[in-house]
C-alpha cells in the first residue's frame, strides 16, 4: 500500500500564476478549460485531434536536464496531466502594454498569416523552437511545423518569418530564458510528493506520486484508464465521447521516464515520449529516428510515449513492427510483481493483449543492431508526414559468409488484427541465396501470413501488394549501395 499523502487539487502555472483547480472532470481538456473557464480564445480549436496545430501552447516540465517547454495539442491535453507544469499560452507571448515578440513581428512583416485562425498556434510552435535554437536550419523548422497546418499561405512566409526572427530580438533576453531559474523554483515547490485525487466515485481522476503509488492505485482500480501522452485517448474523447473514467495520469512519473543503453540493448521507460526517445534511437538505430520524425507532428512527439504506442495494441502501432523485428522484449509489472515477455507475444487478438488486470507496461527493452546485419523500416501512409500508417514492414536480416540467410525477422502493421510477423515469409527466405530469385520466389508466402482488410487508408490489394514491395524493397537496399533508396515526397512510402 502507498503512503503517499493526497491532495484534492490540480496546481500548475499559468502563464505568469499558479492555477488552482478543485473542480475538473477527468476528461476535461486543456482548451476547453482555457477558452470556456478562464476567456482565454486565443488558443483554438481546429481539428480536435492533435492535427492542425490551431490549439498549440507550451507545456514547461522539469526534468533531469532542467526545465524544458515542449509545444503540445491543448485540444487533446487533459487538465488534469498538468500538475507542476509551466503551460504558457499566447496571451502571455506579448508582455502587456509591451512591444511585439520577435515571433509575432516577423509573422507580421513577412505575411504570415492571412486569415489569422491558425496563427496563434504557429506563433507558439515557433516560439518554442526559437528558445531551444535560435538560428534553425530550414529542415528543422519544417520539422517543429509539421504539426500546423495553414490553407491560406502556402508555408513559404512561415518560413520566412522562421529564419528572421533572431533578427528582431535574442532568444537569451526572452523572458522565458530569463525568468527560467524563478519558474524552477515555483514549480520545484509545487512538486510536494502528494497523490493528486479530484473527484469521487467512478468520476474521478488520479495523479500518482511515483511508481510505485501508480502500481497501488492501479492494483485497486484495475480498470482506470491509464494516460500517458493522450496522443490516442484524447481522441476517444473528443471524437468518439467515450466514457474513460477514473483515469490514471502517468506523463510525469520520473520513473517510467528512463532511456538508457546497457550490453547493447536499448531500455525505454514506458513514459518516455518519442521526443525524448528521439536522440538515442536515432544515434543506435538511424532507422529508428526516420520513423519517428513520422509519427505525428512534432505537438504529438512531445506528448505521445513509446510505451503507450505498445499498451494501447493497435494494430497500425508504429513502433511494435520494428521493435518485434529486432527481438524486443516487455516489462510487466502489477503491485511489486514483474515479467518479461517477447515483445511479438504481448499481442494476442485485436484489442486483446497479455496484461493482467492492474498489470501495466514498465518498459521495452531493444536490442541494437549488429553491425553486419541490415535493418530497415518503411512507413505506407497517404501523406507523407503526421499521417497515420495504412501498413508498415520492418526487416531484420542476418546474412552467413556464403551469402545465405542465417536469420530474417520480418513484421508489419496493418496488415493483420495485430502486429505480425511474416512467418511463412521469413521460412521461405532462411538458409536460402539472398538473391532476388529467392525474394520472388518467396512473394507468394505472403498469402498464408496476412488477410488485410479494405478500408478507409487503403484496399487489400493494395496493401498486400505494398508488404510484397517493401520486401523488394529491402533487398535492393542490401546490394551494395550505402544510401536507402530514394522515395518522393508525394510517393505513399
Known sequence: MSSASIRNEIRFLLNGREATVRDVAPDATLLDWLRLDRSMRGTKEGCAEGDCGACTVLVGKLTAGGLVYESVNACIRFLGSLDGTHVVTIEHVQPVG?????????????????????????????????????????????????????????????????RAISDYGKAASDPLAVERAAVIEKLTKLRDGA????????????????????AAVLEAEPKATIVAGSTDVGLWVTKHMRDISPVVFIGHLEGLRGISEKDGVITIGAGVTYTEAFDLLSQRIPALGELINRIGGEQVRNMGTIGGNIANGSPIGDTPPPFIALGATLTLRKGEARRTIPLEEFFIAYGKQDRQPGEFVEA??????????????YKISKRRDEDITAALGAFHLTLAADGTVAQIC?????????????????AVLTGKPWTEVTVEAALEAYAQDFTPLTDMRASAEYRMLAASNLLRRFFAETQGGSEPIQVSRHQAA
Not at 538560428?135 to 497546418?149: F, H, M, R, V
Not at 520480418?410 to 521469413?426: D, H, L, Q, W
Open 98 to 162: 509591451g512591444d511585439l515578440h520577435p515571433v509575432q513581428k516577423a509573422m507580421i512583416d513577412f505575411h504570415g498569416s492571412q486569415c489569422g485562425f491558425c496563427t496563434p498556434g504557429f506563433v507558439m510552435s515557433l516560439y518554442g523552437l526559437w528558445m531551444k535554437d535560435a538560428k534553425p536550419s530550414d529542415a528543422t523548422i519544417e520539422k517543429a511545423l509539421q504539426g500546423n497546418l495553414c490553407r491560406c499561405t502556402g508555408y513559404e512566409a512561415i518560413m520566412r518569418a522562421a
Open 195 to 214: 497523490r493528486v485525487e479530484v473527484g469521487s466515485g467512478k468520476a474521478r481522476l488520479v495523479v500518482p506520486a511515483d511508481v510505485d503509488d501508480f
Open 364 to 377: 521495452v527493452h531493444v536490442p541494437v543492431p549488429a553491425k553486419d546485419s541490415h535493418f530497415a523500416v
Open 410 to 426: 520480418i513484421a508489419y502493421g496493418g496488415m493483420a488484427a495485430t502486429p505480425k510477423r511474416a512467418a511463412a515469409v521469413e
